[in-house]
């Protein structure tokens, strides 16, 4: 006993004494431990005036709320001079122990102490007033820092082999996401109706999940979103930063959108979904990187912002305000959205990290700069692209004059003697000016953009038409070159043209940077050229950053939600492109270059099979006259696309041969004035003899008019129920839009309903079908159908894929592989 207890228990004894000359009545825990601890000998002084019953106790209660109180030990208090009694401190064991299959589990542990208290009656009186009593703290060990107890029983077989799996020889702490990054990368935001879909889950420690529900009404936290804004809004008064949206589709805490001005719009709701919304009195700055901060206090609410400018932190500019009720957030309710969503464009530009704080706040001034935006360098490399256009659009003002008075004195419209020729030569090599000075890297550009001039007599050049003779030029070069050593000089050409707002030789550097083609790898280099051709919406640069965030590739990480927003955008625009026919789509085909029998059925216009076919539509072959008009059409098997010969197909087929599916097909580009002159009664006539004979197609093609142009639902749906229970992909996804805008005869809006409709139509193959499953599938319908994001982004990679211009690349690269032109 060391000197400091031993002095304790003097002064107790000393108070007891004196507590018995006046008649009191006292017990004192006089050792207590400082955690729960096994086989512990703890020391009770008490005293009592009559008879009475000393009992201790141990009190814990638990993150849920409860309180249980254990019984330890209970003895007789013989009343005279105080005693010190001597107990044996037996705890449960799920309290001292960690579980491991004979030690049960326990509920999380807030509190715990040991009670000793005085009651005078029976020894097993526990309901009679308390005399007196003390208490002593324990500090609970955390579950997984508790010692393994060595039992002393024979352990049932069983139990051995169970104690020796990995759930409890290598049990650790379940991963909790108090602090979560909904984005970790970079995304390129177009400044359309695409984004990346985040949904939280409820904590799995019933402790975390119990704090959390009881901070629903009073959120303290954070939400950190970095973004670079090239454009400020222009089709709309506000743009997406990041907002949530509830399970009723209502924007809840925290909305953030930016303002056609620059300024900052948050939104937030209180206890009784009321809304509040103010504007930040600073902007977000064009072209810079900057980190937004929403705080959220009780009835706070912050917003900040701090810049990068050339790599250095600017100061931190923030805004409060307190409003007169509490901020409600449920973070588990609905799901949040950075950039644009259904009911809101983005913000054109980039996001960075976006991290969310769900119970601490960080002040923006202590977070470090990520090391993805570093090591990007994209303000980097705007800078040199800036300098470079500058310096060429000086060069092109200063060829101008020279171009319009070599226009206006007739030159190259009259004969000129040798002498004037050569004066005109020697002043315009002796005479240079500063904006005739080009660096020699990029004297190829400036010659270009003086020819360019030349041409046009000196009227205005644009930039962007510089960069698309720059990409021209490169490809020139490219094929005529026999090897790879090219590629290393071509490359900067590409890279001008692509500063130049072209988008080809972006997407082509990057591909070559990715894959070491001619020059060497660095696969930041080709991320940086990827996103920015994907933020100026090419789509292949799209498919591209989809592929690799789906595939985690090129050390990227795999995301499913953020491959989802590039495969959305590119399949929206693949379902648009297939409504608008143009001979620079090919129509996408799976082929194998190992199948030689599918590699044999390509063909072209000059080709024998080509000219078969043409023979044997002649003689009234009616499939002939399909095969021929849908190559034409489509671009199929390697015919070029000619939308008004694939017409003339149709036409014969429909009229001389009455041919179910020329007449359906006639009847679509009547309807719709693909290559000929739209008439909506003749289409009618042929398509209404399409579904006489039978043709499924040609039934929905007529509820689609009625629906559209009639306005008769009834007739529509009618018939659109008929084509579903013919397989018909069409018709169910035409009843999933009727079920999901309310439209459907007799029947109130029902997303769940158009939801399964979407999943036939899917499964039949339509693309539309399958974009709009994946929609659902990105956020979920509460109560009906879960989220599934790893389903949704398989969907939408295969309508994406689908694209008529990515299918015309593909089909040149199949024709050079067919010409052995590698």
């Known amino acids: ?261 620059g300024q900052l719009h948050i939104q937030v709701n209180g206890q009784s979904d009321e809304s509040f919304a103010f504007l930040s009195p600073f902007k977000v700055p064009l072209g810079e990187w900057c980190q937004l901060g929403v705080t959220l206090q009780g009835a706070a609410v912050t ?3 701090v810049c990068l400018d050339e790599g250095q932190r600017t100061v931190v500019r923030s805004s409060e305000h307190v409003l007169s009720h509490a901020v409600r957030l449920d973070d588990t309710d609905g799901y949040f959205v950075i950039g644009g969503g259904e009911y809101t464009r983005g913000v054109e530009g980039y996001f960075g990290p976006v991290v969310y704080q769900r119970n601490r706040i960080t002040p923006l001034s202590e977070a470090d700069v990520p090391g993805v935006i570093e090591d990007l360098d994209l303000t980097g490399w705007l800078r040199t692209c800036q300098k470079f256009r500058l310096e060429l659009s000086v060069k092109i003002r200063g060829s101008s004059p020279q171009a319009r008075r070599r226009t206006e004195s007739g030159s190259g419209k009259t004969c000129r003697d040798v002498f004037h020729e050569w004066l005109i030569k020697d002043l315009s090599s002796s005479q240079c000016g500063q904006w005739e000075a080009a660096v020699l890297r990029r004297r190829q550009a ?22 698309r003779a720059l990409y021209s030029l490169s490809l020139h070069k490219l094929g005529r070159a026999s090897g790879t050593g090219v590629v290393s000089r071509i490359l900067p050409l590409l890279l001008q043209a692509g500063c130049l707002a072209d988008n080809r030789a972006l997407h082509m550097s990057s591909v070559l940077y990715a894959t070491g083609f001619g020059v060497e790898r660095q696969l930041s280099k080709a991320w940086l050229l990827a996103l920015l051709a994907a933020q100026k919406d090419d789509r292949l640069a799209l498919l591209h950053l989809g592929h690799m965030h789906h595939q985690g590739l090129h050390g990227l990480p795999a995301d ?121 009664p003749k ?46 992909p069409d018709a169910a996804l035409n009843l999933g839009v009727m079920y999901f805008q309310g439209l459907y005869p007799g029947k109130a809006a029902d997303q769940y309903m158009a939801y399964k409709y979407y999943l036939k139509s899917a499964e039949r193959g339509h693309v539309r079908g399958a974009l709009l499953l994946a929609d659902i599938w990105t956020t979920g319908l509460p109560g009906q159908v879960n989220r599934r994001p790893s389903d949704a982004v398989l969907w939408v990679k295969w309508a994406a894929e689908s694209n008529g211009y990515l299918g015309r690349v593909l089909r040149k690269a199949l024709n050079s592989y067919l010409k052995s032109d590698m």
């Open 303 to 305: 917003v900040s912002m």
């Open 446 to 467: 400036a010659k270009l953009s003086q020819l360019l001039v030349f041409k046009h007599g000196g009227k205005a050049v644009g930039l962007p038409a510089v960069g």
């Open 1 to 261: 006993m060391d000197s400091h207890t031993l002095y304790r228990c003097v002064c107790h004894l000393f108070c007891l004494s004196l507590q018995v000359v006046w008649g009191s009545d006292e017990v004192t825990i006089l050792n207590p431990p400082e955690e729960p601890s096994p086989g512990r000998r703890l020391d009770i002084l008490h005293s009592c005036d009559g008879a009475a019953t000393v009992q201790l106790d141990c009190v814990v209660t638990f993150d849920t709320g409860l309180t249980s109180t254990f019984p330890l030990r209970r003895w007789r208090c013989i009343p005279g001079d105080p005693k010190v009694r001597t107990v044996v401190l037996n705890l449960p064991d799920w309290l001292v122990y960690r579980a491991d299959g004979i030690v049960p589990d326990s509920q999380w542990v807030l509190s715990c102490f040991l009670r000793a208290s005085l009651r005078y009656g029976r020894l097993d009186d526990t309901e009679g007033p308390v005399a007196a009593k003390d208490v002593a703290a324990l500090q609970p060990k955390p579950f997984f820092s508790r010692p393994v107890k060595r039992h002393r029983l024979c352990v049932a077989w069983s139990t051995r082999v169970l104690q020796l799996t990995p759930r409890f020889s290598k049990k650790q702490c379940p991963f909790e996401k108090e602090t979560v990054r909904l984005l970790s990368s970079i995304y390129a935001s177009t400044g359309e109706n695409f984004g990346i879909t985040k949904t939280l889950d409820p904590y799995g420690s019933e402790v975390l999940e119990y704090l959390r529900v009881e901070a629903i009404s009073f959120s303290w936290c954070l939400f950190s979103i970095w973004v670079f804004v090239t454009r400020h809004c222009q089709q709309e008064s506000k743009c997406g930063v990041f907002h949530h949206i509830d399970s009723d589709n209502n924007y809840v805490t925290p909305t953030l959108f930016i303002t056609n001005s």
């Open 683 to 728: 289409a009618l006539t042929f398509l209404k003899k399409a579904m006489d004979q039978g043709f499924v197609p040609a039934m929905n093609a007529l509820a689609w008019y009625y629906e559209q142009f009639e306005r008769d639902y009834e007739q529509a749906v009618q018939l659109w129920e008929k084509a579903d229970l013919l397989e018909s």
């Open 560 to 680: 499913p939600d953020l491959a989802y927003a590039y495969y959305a955008n590119i399949a929206k625009q693949t379902t648009l492109d297939h409504q608008h026919p143009t001979p620079e789509q090919t129509f996408v085909e799976a082929l194998y270059l190992n199948n030689d029998e599918m590699l044999n059925l390509q063909t072209n216009e000059d080709h024998h099979i080509f000219q078969w076919l043409k023979l044997q539509a002649r003689r009234g072959a009616a499939e002939a006259e399909q095969a021929i008009a849908r190559m034409l059409f489509w671009g199929q098997q390697g015919v070029s696309p000619d939308i008004q010969q694939a017409v003339r197909h149709y036409e014969r087929g429909a009229v001389q041969w009455e041919d179910p599916v020329s007449m359906y097909d006639y009847g679509i580009v009547l309807l719709q004035g693909h290559g000929v002159e739209k008439d909506i």
